[in-house]
């Protein structure tokens, strides 16, 4: 349809009206809102995913029904020395606005008396908490990268805080947007694959990020938090059962020395209970010391087999194999995955770079831009509670993921102390969270509520 007419700005306001001209005289009016965020940390992740976002975003604000149009722009960074922030303002020119940099001491504090709507946590992820109060406090949106935070305690605290300021607190699990992952999520809903028994999944990270990139937070932590995180969460959510126990053993001695409290590899249990009382068991195999040659960026394998069907998944196996002399597999990875993060030249022409990674930002973003433009101030509760009923992403629905990473840190930190093969038993008569040492008769609770 061919409109007739001009867009005008109405006096001084964020409402844009286009004056019709045509057969009606109607007025079509698009209201302009805008987000400013704030971000902490800039390191691989922010590379990979908000980077692309926020440029994607200054570049073509996002339209929402309902809102209108919603400008999104990064207003001011958090990071621990600020270099990658200057390396990144250098190669950011003209595709951003204006941002401040904060570095430490008090990076955290800065952004946060700042008028930011919303801020990202993308510091290694023993430090979210810190900044996710901090913001929180402060009024503002929060969204996590995964795992949200390293025990049930903080998690209620993030929560309460969330609840009191009337704002989201949300944790990004970009798995759960894979379209392979969704495909058996749709499945299993739908109840064409039933009821799951038992499954396995892999994640492999090269051992160059875990000796380069990650080499200043590395020590004491292990792959298991960092990456086996995602197939906690995907099991948790797509499957919807009752967590039972948790058991981890794993392997030291190339990252960190071989008795220390840095871990190469875990292999994590996961016991879950359906309602009928049947059981199903997952394991969990990750490493951060995979040769660098390996052929796959990450090398990410599961399946899953339920009562009719078995499910197979490989990352590397999506179909595209790639070879370049000279490049593969270090500088370029023989098989990739198109579909977190690629850098396309879109059939139009444009040069994109989008992926399942990038669009679970821009959903959280979209769900504030409801709960603040979404309709009348009057009903802002009534948007925020149902943005809150989103149990893919808000933080009061991650309760099993993140009583399975506390259970698997106090599992490997009674290991590295000396006490191998514990398990750490859900919702028993002894509290939420408890930890059995062989051979020891007395349990440590390490959350007392129901989990
Ligand atoms: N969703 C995913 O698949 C995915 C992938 C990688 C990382 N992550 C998550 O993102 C987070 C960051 O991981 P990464 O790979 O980007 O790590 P990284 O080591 O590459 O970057 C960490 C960043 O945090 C900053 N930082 C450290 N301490 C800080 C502090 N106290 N205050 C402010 N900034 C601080 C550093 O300056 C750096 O910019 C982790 O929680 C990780 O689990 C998620």
């Keep these: 349809m061919l409109l007739w007419g001009r867009w005008q700005w109405v006096g001084g306001s964020d409402i844009l009206v286009f004056m019709n001209k045509g057969p009606t005289s109607r007025a079509a009016?698009?209201?302009?809102?805008?987000?400013?965020?704030?971000?902490?940390?800039?390191?691989?992740?922010?590379?990979?995913?908000?980077?692309?976002?926020?440029?994607?975003?200054?570049?073509?604000?996002?339209?929402?029904?309902?809102?209108?149009?919603?400008?999104?722009?990064?207003?001011?960074?958090?990071?621990?020395?600020?270099?990658?922030?200057?390396?990144y303002?250098?190669?950011?020119?003209?595709?951003?606005?204006?941002?401040?940099?904060?570095?430490?001491?008090?990076?955290?504090?800065?952004?946060?008396?700042?008028?930011?709507?919303?801020?990202?946590?993308?510091?290694?992820?023993?430090?979210?908490?810190?900044?996710?109060?901090?913001?929180?406090?402060?009024?503002?949106?929060?969204?996590?990268?995964?795992?949200?935070?390293?025990?049930?305690?903080?998690?209620?605290?993030?929560?309460?805080?969330?609840?009191?300021?009337?704002?989201?607190?949300?944790?990004?699990?970009?798995?759960?947007?894979?379209?392979?992952?969704?495909?058996?999520?749709?499945?299993?809903?739908d109840g064409e694959l039933a009821h799951i028994n038992n499954g396995y999944c892999t994640l492999l990270e090269p051992k160059s990020i875990a000796l380069g990139q990650f080499a200043q937070w590395i020590a004491g932590r292990n792959p298991g938090t960092y990456v086996a995180v995602h197939y906690i969460k995907l099991i948790d959510f797509t499957f919807g059962l009752r967590l039972?126990?948790?058991?981890?053993?794993?392997?030291?001695?190339?990252?960190?020395?071989?008795?220390?409290?840095?871990?190469?590899?875990?292999?994590?249990?996961?016991?879950?209970?359906?309602?009928?009382?049947?059981?199903?068991?997952?394991?969990?195999?990750t490493s951060w010391v995979t040769p660098d040659n390996f052929p796959g960026y990450v090398e990410q394998e599961v399946q899953f087999r339920f009562d009719n069907g078995v499910w197979n998944g490989h990352s590397r196996k999506r179909g595209v194999e790639c070879t370049v002399e000279g490049r593969t597999p270090l500088e370029r990875k023989i098989t990739i995955n198109n579909h977190y993060n690629g850098t396309f030249l879109e059939p139009w022409n444009a040069r994109s770079q989008r992926g399942y990674g990038i669009e679970v930002l821009e959903r959280f973003v979209r769900e504030v831009a409801q709960v603040e433009f979404g309709g009348p101030s009057a009903e802002r509760d009534a948007r925020l509670t149902k943005a809150r009923s989103l149990t893919y992403n808000d933080l009061a629905a991650d309760r099993q993921t993140v009583a399975t990473v506390q259970a698997m840190e106090a599992i490997l930190a009674r290991h590295a102390a000396g006490q191998p093969n514990c398990v750490v038993q859900v919702n028993d008569q002894h509290g939420g969270l408890v930890l059995y040492v062989p051979g020891v008769a007395e349990p440590e609770v390490l959350y007392e509520l129901r989990v």
């Excluded at 570049?59 to 200057?86: I, K």
């Design 244 to 285: 039972k126990s948790v058991q981890c053993t794993g392997q030291r001695g190339i990252v960190g020395a071989a008795d220390g409290p840095t871990w190469d590899s875990t292999q994590l249990r996961m016991i879950y209970a359906h309602e009928d009382g049947r059981e199903a068991s997952f394991d969990i195999h």
């Design 89 to 189: 303002r250098q190669s950011s020119a003209g595709r951003l606005g204006a941002w401040q940099s904060f570095r430490e001491p008090g990076a955290i504090e800065k952004l946060v008396a700042g008028d930011a709507d919303f801020v990202c946590v993308a510091s290694p992820d023993d430090r979210h908490f810190a900044a996710a109060r901090a913001a929180l406090a402060a009024g503002k949106h929060v969204l996590i990268e995964k795992p949200s935070v390293l025990s049930l305690a903080e998690l209620d605290e993030l929560d309460r805080l969330a609840r009191a300021q009337g704002v989201l607190a949300k944790v990004v699990y970009h798995k759960l947007l894979d379209p392979d992952h969704k495909k058996l999520r749709t499945l299993v809903a």
């Design 29 to 87: 009016t698009v209201e302009i809102h805008r987000l400013r965020a704030g971000m902490v940390g800039m390191g691989m992740i922010f590379d990979e995913t908000y980077r692309p976002f926020f440029e994607g975003v200054f570049a073509q604000p996002l339209f929402e029904p309902g809102v209108g149009v919603c400008e999104v722009a990064l207003a001011a960074v958090a990071t621990r020395t600020g270099q990658r922030a200057d390396v």
